[in-house]
């Protein structure tokens, strides 16, 4: 199996614990706004992560026409979980495509720039999982902030994988 198919699957399998952990939490507070976020909720956390999925490996890199997911699609858990299925087509598709040349230079018009930006396949991947795991570490902060004491969301020991149908080796 590929390296970068194995780290996603650790990373999805990591998000599964997430997910669980949200599962847990009241409804009302999976899209509760909190203003020492920015006025964003768990739920705005989660959207924005599958977002950015969506436009830097779906249309920055693959050059897919994608409607990216918006906030008010979202309500529960389960529907950003499904959501999140389709990322992981995504991600298994860009893989597939650049494995061998990650070093290739995509270009487009990114947010910070009026200008094309070239940017390697390999930036790409790594951007959106480390963002992910940057944004985990806010919706559990704000779990705690609502009052929820949430599961070790770390990524996951290679004895616990086997509940996620990991394959490790």
Known sequence: MNVLMKQYNWVSSTREQLFRYCETLNPADYIKELGEFG???IRNL???????YQSWLGIFGLK???TLVE???VNKVQEIRQIFNEINNLVYEFINKFEGNWDYILTGYVPWSHQEEGLTA???YTHTITHE???KGQIVSMG?????IPLDTDLIAPSELKEFNI???
Request: hydrophobic fraction near 35%; include cysteine.
């Open 144 to 148: 705690r902030q609502l009052g929820y």
């Open 39 to 41: 006025g964003n909720s």
């Open 46 to 52: 989660h959207v924005h992560v599958a977002e950015c």
């Open 133 to 135: 795991f940057h944004h």
């Open 71 to 73: 906030p008010s699609s």
């Open 64 to 66: 897919k026409n994608i």
């Open 167 to 169: 394959d490790l080796y």
């Open 122 to 124: 390999m930036w790409l």
